[in-house]
């Protein structure tokens, strides 16, 4: 959902991490939304991560599908780049974006956005800690068939983790096909793989009948 960071809410004199922007209005609004989709579903799991605006909008889900709170995983949080505050970060990132996003296709997953600070993160850096996490999380409910488990997380941190977890996206298609505010990636298991169903309203070819998880 959209925060104040989505609208240049920053202060490079006092800045703070981007994990602690919290959700604007209109975000207040998307996350709303977002749990009135998912009113009428049974939530077996929710989950975000420890960033304030993903946690602000899993109690959005909480409050209207009545889940107990989220179960905090740090690790599927946001790309961090650890670039410096500014006024201009959202423009920036994404004008860096374009340049990396070509280095990661083509096989050099370690590099880094430009303005990267010390402890800035490759993709490479990202993925070693996102993909396990998605994975714990899956596995944990790989038996559970009669409802559905909402992860709460980021646009890097989901879609360009999807090419490890889900056998029918590529990598290519998911650097070009990024998740708006509060965009969703819909995913069914087959077998122990993800096939994503529906990303942010696009609809995927699945198969008619699907293999059972191992175990279940």
């Known amino acids: 959902a959209e925060t104040e960071i989505n609208v240049g809410v920053a202060n490079p004199g006092n ?7 919290e959700l604007t209005p209109a975000g207040r609004l ?5 749990g009135q989709s998912l009113a009428s579903r049974s939530v077996v799991g929710l989950y975000s991560s420890d960033a ?19 179960t905090i995983v740090p690790a599927i949080r ?5 670039s410096p ?3 201009d ?17 083509a096989g050099d997953r370690s590099a880094r956005l430009p303005s990267s600070g010390p402890d800035g993160e490759s ?12 994975e714990s999380i899956i596995d944990a409910h790989r038996c559970d068939r009669d409802g559905i488990v909402a ?5 890097a941190s989901i879609g360009w983790s999807m090419p490890s977890l889900a056998d029918n996206v590529d990598a290519r298609t998911a650097f070009a096909t990024s998740l708006h505010n509060t965009g969703v990636v819909k995913a069914v298991l087959d077998g122990d793989r993800l096939i994503v169903t529906d990303w942010d309203g696009q609809a995927f070819d699945v198969p008619d009948e699907r293999k059972k998880p191992r175990g279940c």
């Open 30 to 34: 998307q996350a709303a939304a977002l």
């Open 52 to 70: 304030l605006r993903t946690i602000q909008t899993a109690y959005y889900i909480v409050a209207e599908t009545g889940r107990p709170e989220p």
């Open 85 to 87: 505050a500014s006024e």
């Open 15 to 21: 800045p703070r991490p981007s994990y602690l922007n």
């Open 151 to 155: 992860m709460v997380a980021h646009g």
């Open 78 to 82: 946001e790309l961090d780049p650890d």
């Open 89 to 105: 970060i959202e423009a920036r990132v994404r004008a860096e974006l374009r340049q990396v996003i070509p280095l990661w296709l």
């Open 123 to 134: 993709l490479a850096r990202m993925l070693e800690r996102t993909v396990p996490a998605f």
